[in-house]
């Protein structure tokens, strides 16, 4: 059967005290709503209806690369009301699976069962047991059918007792769902329209709703302010850490480690405290990440190690490198096989060869670099002259000595040495030494200033 997902994300979030609507704060780096999206994606689903209210231009462009459906709800006059926004898109002879904006977690394997069990009934509610089920909607049974939901401010003191609740997500049919849409009111102590009443409606027509549990409990909690976002993110850390020490990786404390896009690893993975990792990163086997480092979208090769508080982006290290502490590879670094990147060296877009080195105090910017070169402390790869980029490039075993400057554009030979402090402004040929410095001259008999 056709299947419409309609996701709930009109609430203005009042309670995180923010200017950005509340699906739009992100757990792990992504927006709450487009974790949802993502996830609906993976269930076969035919349309996606989003009912929004507050924030639509945010909402609209943090969401312009996935294709949605728009619903404006005007006014939030309730979570029955937000459905009827997107009513019209709906057809009868669908299924219509209604999550919320607020619950990024939802696993597609829980919502695949929450499908399958509308296969055998009429709606199916996805419910969950808490201990403190304080604020949430009751599940009111008799026997093994649901009944109703009452609202925490409408239930009496029994229903309160209640453990089970309503997560916010079910599923029934389009002409059902319609047909009680039409017969909801507002006669209740929020005054608002609840979607929660077509249950009781569902019951009375003799339907039969049933319920089905998430894979994992957390995965069905909703957000609603800072505090529960930051708890929730840490819940969700902690199982990526889980799943990683699963397939092997040292970690060396999973409460301090996240992981804000994929990593993947190879065998014997070893990372540190406080790594972050964003974007798509790959670890193969033995790479060992040193404490506070910053990886996003890079490949890290065999063997290599990061040292501490090193930061790569959109970079690719190959197998056996060093790099750090205290290193920073920007977007098309691409390091050959046995680099080393010293403490405070800054590497933009260049290729630096196998077993290269460049180990203290440098900036390599649009730069090719050979084999089996020696970059000395300090050296500056000068690449831009305010208004274009030019290019450097060093052959197979050259030595800059410490303090050098290459003016770009530059190319240095083959075996070619530049002495220390040199500022090299002419291409230098295949084992040429190059000196370009103020001569040195020892004065002697030189008189120390007085104080006066
Ligand atoms: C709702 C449920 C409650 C359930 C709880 C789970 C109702 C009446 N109650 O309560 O049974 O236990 O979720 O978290 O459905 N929204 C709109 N437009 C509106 C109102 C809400 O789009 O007019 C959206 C919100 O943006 C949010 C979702 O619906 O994503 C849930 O709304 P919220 O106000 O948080 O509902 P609760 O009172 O928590
Ligand atoms: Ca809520």
Redesign the pocket.
């Known amino acids: 059967m056709a299947l419409s997902v309609i996701i709930?994300?009109?609430?203005k979030?009042t309670r995180m005290k923010s200017d950005l609507p509340?699906?739009l704060h992100t757990l792990a780096n992504k927006p709450m709503v487009e974790h949802i999206i993502d996830t609906v994606k993976q269930i076969n689903c035919d349309n996606v209806h989003l009912?929004?209210?507050h924030g639509a231009e945010q909402l609209q462009s943090a969401l312009q690369a996935h294709s949605v459906s728009w619903c404006l709800?005007s006014?939030?006059?309730?979570?029955?009301?937000?459905v009827m926004q997107a009513q019209q898109h709906i057809s009868d002879n669908e299924d219509v699976l209604i999550l919320?904006?607020?619950?990024p977690l939802v696993s597609a394997q829980t919502l695949t069962r929450l499908v399958e069990v509308k296969a055998h009934c009429d709606l199916a509610l996805l419910t969950v047991n808490l201990d403190d089920p304080t604020?949430?909607?009751r599940i009111i049974r008799d026997g093994d059918n649901i009944t109703a939901?009452v609202?925490h401010k409408d239930a009496s003191d029994a229903q309160r007792l209640i453990k089970e609740?309503?997560?916010?997500m079910m599923i029934m049919s389009g002409s059902d769902l319609k047909r009680w849409l039409g017969k909801l009111s507002n006669d209740n102590a929020?005054g608002?329209y609840?979607?929660?009443d077509v249950i009781a409606m569902a019951a009375s027509e003799g339907k039969k709703v049933q319920s089905a549990q998430p894979v994992w409990e957390r995965e069905v909690e909703?957000i609603?302010n800072r505090m529960q976002l930051a708890s929730l993110e840490r819940a969700f850390q902690l199982k990526q850490a889980e799943n990683l020490m699963e397939q092997g990786v040292r970690l060396a404390d999973p409460a301090r480690f996240d992981v804000r896009g994929t990593l993947v690893v190879g065998r014997d993975v070893s990372i540190d405290i406080n790594a972050v990792f964003e974007g798509k990163v790959v670890l193969a086997d033995n790479v060992s990440i040193g404490p506070n480092c910053v990886l996003k979208n890079c490949e890290i090769g065999e063997g290599s190690f990061i040292e501490a508080f090193s930061h790569i982006e959109d970079a690719k290290v190959d197998a056996s490198c060093q790099i750090g502490p205290y290193a920073r590879l920007r977007p098309g670094s691409d390091l050959h096989p046995g680099v080393k990147i010293g403490n405070f060296v800054e590497v933009k877009k260049s290729i630096i060869g196998k077993g290269s080195k460049v180990n203290h105090l440098s900036y390599i910017g649009d730069a090719q670099i050979g084999e089996a070169v020696n970059i000395g402390a300090g050296t500056i790869t000068c690449n831009y002259d305010g208004v274009n980029k030019f290019k450097t490039q060093i052959n197979d075993g050259v030595f800059i000595g410490s303090n050098s400057s290459l003016v770009a554009p530059v190319v240095i030979g083959k075996g070619a040495t530049v002495g220390a402090g040199s500022i090299i402004t002419k291409s230098v040929e295949d084992e040429q030494l190059a000196i370009a410095r103020g001569k040195q001259r020892n004065i002697s008999g030189w008189q120390k200033p007085t104080k006066k």
């Open positions: 709930l994300a009109a609430g979030g509340k699906v009912v929004y209210g709800q006014e939030q006059l309730g979570t029955g009301h937000a919320v904006g607020d619950a604020g949430m909607g939901i609202e609740i309503n997560t916010g929020q608002e609840y979607l929660t909703g609603n």
